[in-house]
């Protein structure tokens, strides 16, 4: 099982763009090198919708370039479900185009417990990869 | 043809000038029709990808879109 690494105060940043997004979806997309997260690129979804998002391309590519300026890679791309389980949906699978990275998914369906999980999608065909916390 | 694509040298060998969609094709690109293209910095219509032209020295960026929903889940 492949894994992906990050430190403890990314993946508690993602839960907090989770809750002060909620209801809607947030996204972002994660950087780092190999598989060790270091960077987190907040965006915006231009659905702002509760069951949807979708990236500015504009954003997309300054992160992209961002990226590429600090001698980063794009990772993950993350994203919240709200009132849903941390699974990809069959929409989300549809739309993992981008290759070689990882898809992190947030669930705020109980409140007070969020789960994130991440997961690979090869040949639209996901596995679930370990998320591994790094506690400073 | 010397392009820059995706902040790497790209070599277009044989040709001069190709279109956006040709590109894409040439690079072997899966999914083209979820692909946003910068040309020199200026975000392309979907709809020109036929008519815009690249030409030595230009400098390419595309990249798929990101959504997702929740679907079935």
Avoid: W
């Avoid at chain 2, 899966?30 to 293209?37: I, Q």
């Avoid at chain 2, 690249?54 to 960026?61: H, K, L, Q, S």
């Amino acid at each position: 099982m492949s894994m992906l690494q990050m430190a403890k105060s990314i993946y508690e940043r993602i839960i907090g763009r989770a809750r002060e997004g909620f209801p809607f979806e947030v996204c972002g997309i994660l950087g780092g090198k190999g598989n060790i997260v270091s960077a987190i690129y907040p965006m915006t979804n231009t659905d702002a919708s509760r069951d949807h998002f979708m990236m500015d391309p504009r954003e997309q590519f300054s992160v992209v370039k961002a990226l590429r300026s600090q001698e980063l890679e794009m990772l993950a791309v993350y994203h919240s479900h709200p009132e849903t389980p941390a699974r990809l949906s069959d929409e989300d699978i549809r739309l993992a185009l981008t290759p070689d990275i990882s898809y992190v998914i947030v669930s705020l369906a109980e409140p007070s417990a969020p789960e994130v999980r991440s997961f690979r999608i090869a040949d639209k065909k996901v596995g679930s990869e370990e998320l591994r916390i790094i506690y400073d | 043809m010397n392009l820059t694509v995706n902040g790497k040298k790209a070599v277009i060998a044989d040709k001069e000038s190709l279109s956006i969609s040709g590109l894409l094709d040439e690079l072997n690109v899966e999914d083209p029709l979820y692909v946003t293209v910068e040309l020199n910095g200026d975000i392309l219509e979907r709809s020109d990808f036929d008519r815009v032209v690249v030409r030595d020295g230009d400098e390419i960026e595309f990249l798929y879109f990101m959504g997702g929903g929740r679907g079935s889940c």
